[in-house]
């Protein structure tokens, strides 16, 4: 991706975009020519001071650990898909007959920014399978509702598919609360303005996640912070290949029922040409990487 980035769509796609979800901000925001301007930082009040003072824990890569993409980080095409997730979790992939759940396609895509009916794909594609907008209606409508339509890939649709962050991240507060889920997972690759696409690299990220309650006076938020150590994700090599990450709850010790928001914020090692990339895009620097977020999964979950 380049400086000026990806084309422009039609305004109307921004209604269309979200396909099964409500997908209303002003005007072209988050889509503009320019990489770093496309950044979504947005925090509901308090959340920043609760992600300060969160109780933290550390994952790393592997069994017991999180899992990500492929498995193999070698080269920036084999940050792909959910063969790693598989191996170590074989029965979160599973359909309703006992076969293997795909990662691509993801969506019934007769073109760009034109939404079909997603159904055909439920129960065969792990995005629509799994999606939030499946469990409460409430996932369908705002901005962020791209992140719950079970779309884990570009598919040439560009910023309209994707919420793109700079380290600072972002957070949200759920339309609902949440009662019961196994695991979390969130599909993902690198994004940058440095000339390289379709070559790309392999960046390094130390992502953190966090999930939020309510006080004993329902209104202070307390977060726990799940640090996951060196994810590998490709930058620039594709726009279509990108990888889940996850967890279990059971490997951070953390009961999920009453979480009602997340926030996610990183750091990351990346270079270009030999010279270090930032991930602050307000710092001036010529090119800059961010995180490029396509969904968000709380899968087989309930919510109050």
Excluded at 137 to 143: A, E, M
Excluded at 190 to 203: K, L, Q
Excluded at 238 to 259: C, M
Aim: proline residues 3%; aromatic residues 14%; negative net charge.
């Amino acid at each position: 991706m380049n400086k000026k980035g990806l084309l422009l769509f039609p305004a109307a796609l921004l209604l269309a975009s979200c396909a099964d979800t409500n997908e209303l901000f002003k005007g072209d925001a988050y889509v503009d020519s320019i990489f770093i301007n496309n950044r979504y930082n947005v925090y509901p009040e308090g959340m920043k001071d609760a992600r300060e003072n969160s109780e933290e824990v550390t994952l790393t890569h592997g069994e017991g650990g999180y899992f990500n993409g492929s498995g193999v980080y070698d080269d920036p095409a084999d940050c792909q898909g959910i063969a790693d997730g598989k191996s170590m979790y074989p029965e979160f992939f599973k359909n309703s007959k006992g076969g293997d759940l795909t990662w691509s396609p993801d969506i019934i895509n007769p073109g760009v920014g034109v939404w079909s009916d997603q159904k055909a794909l439920y129960d065969v594609a792990y995005g629509q399978t799994k999606k939030l907008s499946l469990y409460n209606d409430g996932f369908r409508s705002g901005y962020l509702s791209k992140l719950y339509n079970g779309q884990v890939r570009c598919n040439a649709w560009g910023n309209y598919s994707l919420v793109n962050l700079d380290q600072s991240g972002y957070g949200t507060i759920f339309p609902a609360e949440l009662n019961e889920a196994e695991y979390f997972a969130f599909a993902a690759r690198g994004g940058s303005d440095t000339e390289d696409s379709n070559v790309g690299r392999v960046t390094d990220f130390d992502i953190n996640v966090t999930f939020y309650k309510y006080g004993d006076d329902m209104s202070t938020l307390i977060g726990k912070t799940v640090k996951l150590d060196g994810v590998k994700l490709q930058t620039n090599f594709s726009a279509e290949f990108t990888s889940l990450v996850g967890f279990t709850f059971k490997s951070i010790g953390y009961d999920p029922r009453g979480t009602i928001g997340m926030s996610i914020d990183f750091t990351c090692e990346d270079y270009y040409q030999g010279e270090r990339i930032s991930s602050n895009y307000d710092d001036g620097a010529k090119y800059h990487v961010g995180l490029m977020l396509l969904e968000v999964f709380f899968p087989d979950s309930s919510w109050n």
